[in-house]
């Protein structure tokens, strides 16, 4: 089955710490993955995707297909990070399929 | 600069009231997406439309139906709103092929009581 867990609902860090939000995934083929992040009263938007090996906001995400996962890492977490992450795969039939979301709380 | 507007950002009906939530799009996307989204939920699909007139359902399309009458508008309709219904509702938009970003709506709050 075709299924993105993100195994925290939330995440408390202090500011300056290092975050690391976790994904992963069962797929068959080969995967298209996104993280995708809502700020308080914003709408979501697009963080960053696999395939451009990115780095947004100073988040990276690295697509370790041993491991099916993808997850989100930032070595130094600013208040401003706060918000909720969704991880996201894109299969064959092109209807993304979702993670219920990590809410990250950066704490100063 | 993409813009996805939804018609209203807060609204509250009755049970059993026909509603319309209306989304617009300005960037001429051929894919256009209805999610709901609750708390511990996340995202759920409920329709897309990947061409005007053309919709498919998504993962939970019960209670609900669509109209895309001109590629720029996607409306979803709740023939009769029930309690359970009350959610936020998501619009989104997406070039053709899939692989693109999807651009969200604003949201809009749903209250059925």
């Known amino acids: 089955a075709q299924r993105v867990t993100q195994p925290e609902k939330l995440l408390s860090v202090f500011k300056g710490a290092p975050v690391e939000l976790k994904c992963n995934y069962s797929?068959?083929?080969?995967?298209?993955l996104f993280w995708y992040v809502q700020y308080s009263r914003q709408r979501l938007q697009l963080l960053l995707r696999?395939?451009?090996?990115?780095s947004i906001k100073g988040f990276t995400a690295d697509l370790n297909k041993g491991e099916t996962s993808f997850h989100l890492k930032k070595p130094f977490a600013q208040e401003e990070d706060s918000a909720m992450y969704y991880c996201?795969?894109?299969?064959?039939?092109?209807?993304?399929?979702w993670g219920l979301g990590t809410s990250l709380a950066v704490n100063p | 600069d993409v813009k996805v507007t939804q018609s209203s950002r807060y609204l509250v009906k009755r049970t059993g009231e026909k509603v319309f939530l209306e989304c617009v799009q300005d960037?001429?996307?051929?894919?256009m997406f209805w999610y709901r989204q609750d708390p511990g939920l996340g995202l759920r699909l409920i329709y897309f439309?990947?061409?005007?007139?053309?919709?498919e359902k998504g993962d939970i399309p019960e209670g609900y139906s669509v109209s895309r009458e001109k590629k720029e508008r996607f409306s979803l309709i709740l023939e009769s709103a029930s309690t359970n219904q009350t959610s936020m509702y998501l619009c989104?938009?997406?070039?053709?092929?899939?692989?693109?970003?999807?651009?969200f709506g604003p949201g809009t709050r749903l209250t059925v009581t």
């Open positions: 989104a938009s997406s070039l053709s092929g899939g692989g693109y970003e999807q651009y």
């Open positions: 960037m001429d996307h051929e894919n």
């Open positions: 439309s990947y061409d005007v007139k053309m919709k």
């Open positions: 797929y068959s083929g080969s995967p298209e």
């Open positions: 696999h395939i451009s090996r990115e």
């Open positions: 996201a795969l894109l299969p064959h039939n092109r209807k993304l399929i």
